[in-house]
């Protein structure tokens, strides 16, 4: 079992103490509130919090202790439990420093509880309830300050009501690193507060809201929304990015209303970013897509029932089986069941292995899925941590916080490697950067200068660094990775929520469930499934290409919008010119939904159950609260209908039914049951593949696992003096559907912009901020061009998705770099 | 623009070589920005937070904890009338009110001509002489009206320019700290045997 007790340093040798006349045994360097807590014996705190170091601020957890020197009030939060010590929690004395503290606490604290979010789920009522004086002596006037004052886009501070315990200051310094809110003036005036026009932008800024002991901070997006005891819970996971964490997902009346983070010692110690944190309100959002419609010919709009919608989506997919072909894109946004339904759909009923859950701006399925896996447990405890690609604070950011903890703790040696600084690099022992193109080179000359590598446990985190470089770049670097590592673990950092989900269900081409391939699954999945494709089909790029020029009937859109993701978007215009029709599934009208001639809604966050599969393979469950707007459905469903139509069944009728033959046909998921999952106690998750047991090892359990090699070390492209090369890379927040609607998050997108080192701007003879015409071999854009000292010489840099434009426009997909001319206007 | 003079910059640099860690240079460097401009503005908590790695946010709080930096601009002579006990009982009450009148302003204000800064204070640690003030934290001893007036006068006059600086100059910011005593020089973790300055110190 972990316990709070994990978070601070205690090692296996017990320690006898007492408490209230009990005699227990506490792990040695264990803290008394600890000790207690674990004992039944809860002792009243504010300021302590089990994930952060102890400050001893609010000494409301002060216990009368006796180490042999007789009995004297102590603050349990800051003493470690010794030999032979007495703590007494209920005795006159503890009571009476108790009782103390609360009225104090209360002094100036302005009691306005029935107009305070925190009401009812507050702890400073909590305890003085349970511990409190039960009346106050103080008759004078309270302290007054401005109610509340906004200290971000996000977080709203009233002073009068902060108790300062130090633990929002504390988290944003210590855990977030983003010490952007402080203790300001002295005694009776002091005040948490920010600096004069710098907000407090942190991307886990929603945390200290939810560890305020009181109602001084709260978040916009929940303000005067319900009170606590109105909400409906239910523990899920989030699913806005491949990390995981665990929420608890809470609502009224049928709408989402907040999210708070669970705490779990594998994933995410309680802490949640706030893109997944204010993440419900694009499910709530009016825009979301309620029911199915068709588009005719001149391109207007007709609602349609269901049946209709569903009739016309087989009858599209029917023409493109009978002729050209079918491609299904996307399917990161599913559940596992409703990702392994359409794996089952498009290989068995429709006949076709071109379905790819990733977009082109992901890594190779095969290499993801047959490299060694890490946890995240693995990655914070190893003696070196190498970080190649990616900034994770921007796309896997409570994955940041947990790395920058280790790092910062000396548990792990943080090796980086990527194309530009990112949030990680101040925490890094070493933060290397190299040029587009030569990835490989750069990893195989870190290796060389870097032998400790090789001895001890390493883990390698490895993303896609820029979705302007060929992905063949990675794969060759990983090459060079295992060969000079043989026994380092990977964790992939592809972003997408359940893209780890859909990958292991098969929506890869070439890929079946399990992690197995299709030519070495042939036999085992044709005596489960009913037939299989006879040969390995198309990724995202290939079905799009084949659009293009004609030779794909029917694309079927699985929460994909190719038009924003694919990193190459003259392609995707030219394959939506070219394909027969489309076939859209969405919770919303993307910019790609707009150009389907079929559209399907479909369910999303907390709208249906079923489980999700985490970057470590960590397969947990997703807990159902509302119900979706219309008639929008399961994916699953969508699938089993549209099997159905066009004459066959996938036979599966229910979550619980489909994750059994999950379990009993996908080889990696063997032993991986709904009851293993949703076990008591099971809320971290179970990481697939289960280990197997000894007396099992003999067993038959399906195909050997996916085989996968490093491309051949490519020559680094050549340099043309004139050009700066594009890094496209990804920002927490964009122009991304589910950022744009939600309202709190969608302003926080910063507009496109092309940034270079200042150098290149008096190379160019350009002002920082000033628009340029930029070409790439695909087109001219206009930009504004800012100069940024952070940003290396001979790079040009621009997000990949933020709004104002994509550089998407800018990319062919099938370049190894992409290079960039500028010119002023 | 910088916010430092490029003198202040140089010393700047040589104050924060003296510490192990930039951040240690925090306080040193208010006070040699309030000694620039005789207050510290926004833009001199950006600049010292830039220069030590701390955020603005962090170089206010620790700022404002202490009573003297100013937030705000205050004349080139801070007075403070001490009106604690013992200058209580030796009229330091009207010695505030005569200091009110004289100088035109209610304590906490400033004069229109910004020469003057008239301020409360709490124990000045000189109770046998009471009643006491400070001029830039200069001592006054057993001020009286008339020497009161008298001093105003003098400052007003200049005649103290040698004694008393303007408001924000401290000795201890220009201070040379020899190579040997400095801490930067060898960082902590690189030492090994005695501390340097207790080679010194036992030496002599
Ligand atoms: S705002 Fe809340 S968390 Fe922050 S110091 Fe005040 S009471 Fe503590
Ligand atoms: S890090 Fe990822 S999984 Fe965790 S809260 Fe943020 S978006 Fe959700
Ligand atoms: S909880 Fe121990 S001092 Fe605050």
Same mark, same amino acid.
């Given at each position: 079992?972990?316990?709070?007790?994990?978070?601070?340093?205690?090692?296996?040798?017990?320690?006898?103490?007492?408490?209230?006349?009990?005699?227990?045994?506490?792990?040695?360097?264990?803290?008394?509130?600890?000790?207690?807590?674990?004992?039944?014996?809860?002792?009243?705190?504010?300021?302590?919090?089990?994930?952060?170091?102890?400050?001893?601020?609010?000494?409301?957890?002060?216990?009368?202790?006796?180490?042999?020197?007789?009995?004297?009030?102590?603050?349990?939060?800051?003493?470690?439990?010794?030999?032979?010590?007495?703590?007494?929690?209920?005795?006159?004395?503890?009571?009476?420093?108790?009782?103390?503290?609360?009225?104090?606490?209360?002094?100036?604290?302005?009691?306005?509880?029935?107009?305070?979010?925190?009401?009812?789920?507050?702890?400073?009522?909590?305890?003085?309830?349970?511990?409190?004086?039960?009346?106050?002596?103080?008759?004078?006037?309270?302290?007054?300050?401005?109610?509340?004052?906004?200290?971000?886009?996000?977080?709203?501070?009233?002073?009068?009501?902060?108790?300062?315990?130090?633990?929002?200051?504390?988290?944003?310094?210590?855990?977030?690193?983003?010490?952007?809110?402080?203790?300001?003036?002295?005694?009776?005036?002091?005040?948490?507060?920010?600096?004069?026009?710098?907000?407090?932008?942190?991307?886990?800024?929603?945390?200290?809201?939810?560890?305020?002991?009181?109602?001084?901070?709260?978040?916009?997006?929940?303000?005067?929304?319900?009170?606590?005891?109105?909400?409906?819970?239910?523990?899920?996971?989030?699913?806005?990015?491949?990390?995981?964490?665990?929420?608890?997902?809470?609502?009224?009346?049928?709408?989402?209303?907040?999210?708070?983070?669970?705490?779990?010692?594998?994933?995410?110690?309680?802490?949640?970013?706030?893109?997944?944190?204010?993440?419900?309100?694009?499910?709530?959002?009016?825009?979301?897509?309620?029911?199915?419609?068709?588009?005719?010919?001149?391109?207007?709009?007709?609602?349609?029932?269901?049946?209709?919608?569903?009739?016309?989506?087989?009858?599209?997919?029917?023409?493109?089986?009978?002729?050209?072909?079918?491609?299904?894109?996307?399917?990161?946004?599913?559940?596992?069941?409703?990702?392994?339904?359409?794996?089952?759909?498009?290989?068995?009923?429709?006949?076709?292995?071109?379905?790819?859950?990733?977009?082109?701006?992901?890594?190779?399925?095969?290499?993801?899925?047959?490299?060694?896996?890490?946890?995240?447990?693995?990655?914070?405890?190893?003696?070196?941590?190498?970080?190649?690609?990616?900034?994770?604070?921007?796309?896997?950011?409570?994955?940041?916080?947990?790395?920058?903890?280790?790092?910062?703790?000396?548990?792990?040696?943080?090796?980086?490697?990527?194309?530009?600084?990112?949030?990680?690099?101040?925490?890094?022992?070493?933060?290397?950067?190299?040029?587009?193109?030569?990835?490989?080179?750069?990893?195989?000359?870190?290796?060389?200068?870097?032998?400790?590598?090789?001895?001890?446990?390493?883990?390698?985190?490895?993303?896609?660094?820029?979705?302007?470089?060929?992905?063949?770049?990675?794969?060759?670097?990983?090459?060079?990775?295992?060969?000079?590592?043989?026994?380092?673990?990977?964790?992939?950092?592809?972003?997408?929520?359940?893209?780890?989900?859909?990958?292991?269900?098969?929506?890869?081409?070439?890929?079946?469930?399990?992690?197995?391939?299709?030519?070495?699954?042939?036999?085992?999945?044709?005596?489960?499934?009913?037939?299989?494709?006879?040969?390995?089909?198309?990724?995202?790029?290939?079905?799009?290409?084949?659009?293009?020029?004609?030779?794909?009937?029917?694309?079927?859109?699985?929460?994909?919008?190719?038009?924003?993701?694919?990193?190459?978007?003259?392609?995707?215009?030219?394959?939506?010119?070219?394909?027969?029709?489309?076939?859209?599934?969405?919770?919303?009208?993307?910019?790609?939904?707009?150009?389907?001639?079929?559209?399907?809604?479909?369910?999303?966050?907390?709208?249906?159950?079923?489980?999700?599969?985490?970057?470590?393979?960590?397969?947990?469950?997703?807990?159902?609260?509302?119900?979706?707007?219309?008639?929008?459905?399961?994916?699953?469903?969508?699938?089993?209908?549209?099997?159905?139509?066009?004459?066959?069944?996938?036979?599966?009728?229910?979550?619980?039914?489909?994750?059994?033959?999950?379990?009993?046909?996908?080889?990696?998921?063997?032993?991986?049951?709904?009851?293993?999952?949703?076990?008591?106690?099971?809320?971290?998750?179970?990481?697939?593949?289960?280990?197997?047991?000894?007396?099992?090892?003999?067993?038959?359990?399906?195909?050997?696992?996916?085989?996968?090699?490093?491309?051949?070390?490519?020559?680094?492209?050549?340099?043309?003096?004139?050009?700066?090369?594009?890094?496209?890379?990804?920002?927490?927040?964009?122009?991304?559907?589910?950022?744009?609607?939600?309202?709190?998050?969608?302003?926080?997108?910063?507009?496109?912009?092309?940034?270079?080192?200042?150098?290149?701007?008096?190379?160019?003879?350009?002002?920082?901020?000033?628009?340029?015409?930029?070409?790439?071999?695909?087109?001219?854009?206009?930009?504004?061009?800012?100069?940024?000292?952070?940003?290396?010489?001979?790079?040009?840099?621009?997000?990949?998705?933020?709004?104002?434009?994509?550089?998407?426009?800018?990319?062919?997909?099938?370049?190894?770099?992409?290079?960039?001319?500028?010119?002023?206007? | 623009?910088?916010?430092?003079?490029?003198?202040?910059?140089?010393?700047?640099?040589?104050?924060?070589?003296?510490?192990?860690?930039?951040?240690?240079?925090?306080?040193?460097?208010?006070?040699?920005?309030?000694?620039?401009?005789?207050?510290?503005?926004?833009?001199?908590?950006?600049?010292?937070?830039?220069?030590?790695?701390?955020?603005?946010?962090?170089?206010?709080?620790?700022?404002?904890?202490?009573?003297?930096?100013?937030?705000?601009?205050?004349?080139?002579?801070?007075?403070?009338?001490?009106?604690?006990?013992?200058?209580?009982?030796?009229?330091?009450?009207?010695?505030?009110?005569?200091?009110?009148?004289?100088?035109? %302003?209610? +304590?906490?204000?400033? =004069? $229109?001509?910004?020469?003057?800064?008239?301020?409360? #204070?709490?124990?000045? @640690?000189?109770?046998?002489?009471?009643?006491?003030?400070?001029?830039?934290?200069?001592?006054?001893?057993?001020?009286?009206?008339?020497?009161?007036?008298?001093?105003?006068?003098?400052?007003?006059?200049?005649?103290?320019?040698?004694?008393?600086?303007?408001?924000?100059?401290?000795?201890?910011?220009?201070?040379?700290?020899?190579?040997?005593?400095? %801490?930067? +020089?060898?960082?902590? =973790? $690189?030492?090994?045997?005695?501390?340097?300055?207790? #080679?010194?110190?036992? @030496?002599?």
């Amino acid at each position: 079992m972990t316990d709070l007790a994990s978070a601070s340093e205690v090692n296996e040798t017990g320690v006898n103490i007492t408490i209230n006349g009990v005699r227990v045994v506490a792990p040695k360097g264990e803290l008394v509130i600890d000790a207690a807590e674990r004992n039944g014996v809860y002792i009243p705190r504010f300021c302590y919090h089990p994930r952060m170091e102890p400050v001893g601020m609010c000494r409301q957890c002060l216990v009368e202790v006796d180490t042999g020197r007789g009995p004297g009030l102590q603050p349990s939060c800051m003493l470690t439990v010794s030999d032979d010590m007495t703590v007494d929690t209920e005795s006159e004395t503890t009571k009476r420093a108790q009782e103390g503290m609360l009225e104090f606490l209360l002094v100036n604290h302005p009691l306005d509880c029935p107009v305070c979010d925190k009401g009812g789920e507050c702890p400073l009522q909590d305890q003085t309830l349970a511990f409190g004086p039960g009346e106050s002596r103080f008759v004078e006037e309270k302290r007054h300050y401005e109610k509340p004052i906004p200290i971000s886009d996000l977080v709203y501070l009233d002073r009068e009501r902060c108790i300062l315990c130090d633990r929002c200051t504390r988290f944003a310094k210590d855990i977030a690193g983003d010490p952007l809110i402080h203790f300001m003036h002295r005694g009776n005036e002091t005040q948490v507060l920010t600096f004069p026009d710098d907000p407090f932008n942190s991307y886990f800024s929603g945390n200290t809201v939810q560890i305020c002991p009181v109602g001084a901070l709260t978040a916009r997006p929940y303000r005067f929304r319900a009170r606590p005891w109105d909400l409906a819970e239910v523990e899920s996971t989030c699913t806005t990015c491949s990390v995981g964490c665990r929420v608890a997902v809470q609502s009224s009346r049928n709408e989402l209303l907040r999210y708070e983070g669970v705490d779990i010692e594998s994933v995410n110690h309680g802490w949640l970013c706030d893109k997944g944190r204010f993440g419900f309100e694009s499910v709530n959002s009016d825009q979301r897509l309620a029911g199915p419609y068709l588009r005719d010919v001149n391109n207007s709009d007709q609602l349609v029932g269901t049946n209709a919608a569903l009739e016309a989506a087989a009858t599209a997919i029917g023409a493109g089986r009978g002729g050209g072909g079918v491609g299904v894109i996307g399917g990161a946004r599913l559940n596992n069941e409703s990702a392994y339904a359409w794996s089952k759909l498009a290989r068995t009923v429709i006949g076709t292995d071109n379905i790819d859950a990733q977009l082109a701006d992901g890594l190779s399925a095969q290499m993801v899925l047959s490299l060694p896996r890490a946890t995240i447990a693995d990655a914070t405890s190893a003696d070196n941590v190498v970080v190649i690609g990616t900034d994770l604070k921007e796309e896997l950011p409570v994955l940041f916080l947990r790395l920058k903890g280790a790092a910062q703790s000396g548990r792990i040696k943080l090796t980086e490697l990527s194309l530009l600084v990112t949030g990680l690099s101040k925490h890094a022992s070493a933060s290397h950067r190299y040029v587009p193109g030569e990835l490989a080179h750069a990893v195989g000359e870190l290796l060389a200068s870097n032998p400790q590598l090789a001895s001890g446990s390493t883990v390698v985190v490895i993303g896609r660094p820029s979705a302007a470089d060929f992905p063949d770049e990675v794969e060759a670097a990983v090459g060079v990775l295992t060969a000079g590592l043989p026994l380092a673990t990977f964790l992939p950092a592809l972003r997408r929520g359940n893209v780890m989900g859909a990958l292991d269900m098969g929506l890869s081409p070439g890929v079946l469930p399990g992690r197995v391939s299709l030519d070495e699954g042939r036999d085992w999945f044709g005596s489960v499934w009913s037939s299989l494709p006879g040969e390995v089909g198309l990724d995202t790029a290939g079905m799009l290409e084949a659009a293009a020029a004609g030779r794909l009937d029917t694309l079927v859109l699985l929460g994909a919008d190719p038009l924003a993701d694919v990193p190459d978007r003259d392609l995707v215009e030219r394959a939506f010119a070219g394909v027969g029709s489309i076939v859209a599934i969405d919770n919303f009208v993307t910019e790609s939904v707009k150009r389907a001639n079929v559209v399907l809604a479909s369910t999303a966050f907390a709208e249906v159950g079923g489980t999700t599969t985490n970057l470590e393979g960590r397969v947990s469950r997703l807990g159902q609260m509302i119900t979706p707007p219309g008639t929008a459905r399961a994916d699953w469903m969508i699938a089993a209908e549209l099997a159905w139509r066009l004459g066959g069944d996938l036979e599966l009728e229910s979550l619980a039914q489909i994750w059994s033959e999950i379990e009993a046909v996908a080889p990696s998921h063997a032993g991986c049951t709904l009851e293993v999952v949703e076990a008591e106690g099971a809320i971290e998750g179970v990481v697939v593949p289960i280990p197997k047991s000894p007396d099992l090892a003999g067993a038959p359990s399906g195909p050997a696992s996916i085989r996968w090699s490093a491309p051949a070390l490519a020559e680094p492209p050549s340099v043309d003096g004139y050009s700066l090369r594009l890094v496209a890379r990804r920002k927490l927040y964009d122009a991304a559907t589910n950022t744009q609607m939600a309202p709190s998050l969608a302003n926080l997108a910063e507009q496109a912009q092309l940034m270079v080192h200042p150098g290149e701007l008096r190379r160019l003879g350009v002002e920082s901020g000033t628009r340029v015409n930029v070409t790439s071999s695909r087109t001219t854009v206009v930009l504004s061009l800012v100069g940024d000292a952070a940003m290396p010489r001979g790079l040009a840099v621009m997000g990949l998705r933020q709004p104002g434009l994509a550089a998407s426009e800018l990319i062919d997909l099938r370049a190894a770099i992409t290079e960039l001319r500028i010119e002023s206007r | 623009m910088r916010f430092f003079t490029s003198e202040n910059q140089r010393l700047a640099t040589e104050i924060i070589g003296r510490y192990p860690k930039a951040r240690s240079a925090t306080i040193p460097l208010l006070h040699l920005a309030q000694e620039q401009h005789g207050w510290i503005s926004d833009d001199a908590m950006i600049e010292v937070g830039r220069l030590v790695d701390a955020t603005p946010a962090e170089v206010k709080g620790t700022a404002t904890f202490y009573e003297m930096f100013k937030f705000a601009p205050v004349g080139k002579y801070l007075i403070n009338i001490c009106g604690t006990m013992s200058c209580q009982l030796l009229g330091a009450d009207h010695l505030m009110h005569h200091a009110e009148t004289k100088l035109g %302003v209610v +304590a906490g204000g400033t =004069t $229109e001509d910004g020469l003057f800064t008239l301020e409360h #204070a709490e124990c000045q @640690a000189a109770c046998t002489e009471a009643p006491t003030l400070q001029v830039n934290y200069r001592h006054q001893y057993r001020v009286t009206t008339e020497s009161f007036d008298q001093l105003v006068d003098d400052l007003a006059a200049g005649n103290l320019d040698g004694e008393i600086p303007p408001h924000g100059t401290l000795g201890r910011v220009r201070q040379a700290i020899p190579a040997d005593k400095s %801490v930067g +020089a060898v960082p902590p =973790t $690189e030492v090994d045997g005695p501390p340097v300055w207790l #080679a010194v110190e036992g @030496a002599s």
